[in-house]
């Protein structure tokens, strides 16, 4: 049988780590070479961010319609108490009479008012648009108006009663009147 001759300085390293540590030569290892110095860094540009708007807390008296008002009204359950239609006025005097009927309305204590704007123009029409000047202008006359206090909602208004040319005005209940007093009891 032959055995090839393997030169010893082939089986040392192996050899050296086979020995237990503490008859090892041990050598400090040499220190990795160096890296190349980075560049120095961009200034970064930082974006302010806004902080989250604070958390609107409801008051009972700004709280907004329960959910068996929304479903009869979505169902058209509720008959509307008055009904203001703007059809053929300008954006001035269709102002003036949704405040006029307003102020009526309220002085008779109507609960549910339906306003008729008309319905947007067809995309095929002529003049495409998303909807007319005095529908674009009700919520802010709403919620700008010396009625706004008593408006507890608006609510876009079933088919039945006009679906998107009409919305549900719907105002908060009056206030209960004071009791009278009693009459007979003056001091003199």
Do not use: C, F
């Amino acid at each position: 049988m032959r055995v090839a001759k393997t030169p010893v300085k082939a089986v040392a390293p192996v050899a050296k780590a086979a020995l237990p540590v503490a008859d090892r030569d041990l050598k400090p290892r040499p220190a990795p070479p160096a890296k190349m110095p980075k560049k120095a860094p961009v200034a970064q540009l930082r974006i302010p961010v806004a902080p989250p708007p604070p958390k609107k807390t409801v008051s009972k008296e700004h709280a907004t319609l329960d959910g068996s008002w929304d479903r009869q009204l979505s169902r058209g359950a509720i008959a509307p108490d008055r009904a203001i239609d703007l059809h053929g006025h300008n954006l001035s005097t269709a102002y003036t009479t949704l405040d006029s009927a307003l102020d009526r309305a309220i002085r008779d204590g109507d609960r549910v008012v339906l306003l008729v704007t008309g319905k947007p123009p067809r995309p095929e029409s002529e003049r495409p648009h998303a909807r007319g000047a005095i529908r674009a202008a009700v919520g802010d006359w709403l919620a700008g108006s010396r009625h706004a206090a008593a408006i507890a909602a608006v609510r876009g208004a079933h088919p039945r009663h006009g679906g998107t040319g009409a919305l549900y005005i719907i105002l908060r209940k009056p206030a209960p009147k004071p009791a009278p007093k009693p009459m007979g009891t003056r001091k003199n």
